[in-house]
Nanobody, 125 residues
Framework: QVQVVESGGGLVQAGGSLRLSCAAS????????MGWFRQAPGKEREVVAT????????YYADSVKGRFTISRDNAKNTVYLQMNGLKPEDTAVYYC??????????????????WGQGAQVTVSS
């Protein structure tokens, strides 16, 4: 299995930027598609962005298109989420997840096999 650990969360003012990182260890990183999900208080978990094992294909939720960018560095076993133009409604715990069924670009969290502990992102107005 693979272990994933998020970092880079924090408090930022509306309009600001943050970059989340997710470091993977254990199995070969390119065996996995990767995804970022988030869960705000009182709300269900939702997909933010996903990326195939190669990095060539990505998916974004409509709410973050044009503001967030997912990328991966397979040499460093790391996936990133660059978040620009942050809004108070982006406040949530952000989770990194790995999907063994690579190449399918799943967007449902139930298809992901390994999850990190989460990173808090708080956007003040």
């Amino acid at each position: 299995q693979v272990q994933v650990v998020e970092s880079g969360g924090g408090l930022v003012q509306a309009g600001g930027s943050l970059r989340l990182s997710c470091a993977a260890s254990g199995r070969t990183f390119t065996n996995y598609d990767m995804g970022w999900f988030r869960q705000a208080p009182g709300k269900e978990r939702e997909v933010v962005a996903t990326i195939t094992w190669s990095g060539y294909i990505t998916y974004y939720a409509d709410s973050v298109k044009g503001r967030f960018t997912i990328s991966r560095d397979n040499a460093k076993n790391t996936v990133y989420l660059q978040m620009n133009g942050l809004k108070p409604e982006d406040t949530a715990v952000y989770y990194c997840a790995a999907d063994r069924q690579r190449g399918l670009l799943h967007t449902n969290g139930y298809d992901y096999d390994y999850w990190g502990q989460g990173a808090q992102v708080t956007v003040s107005s």
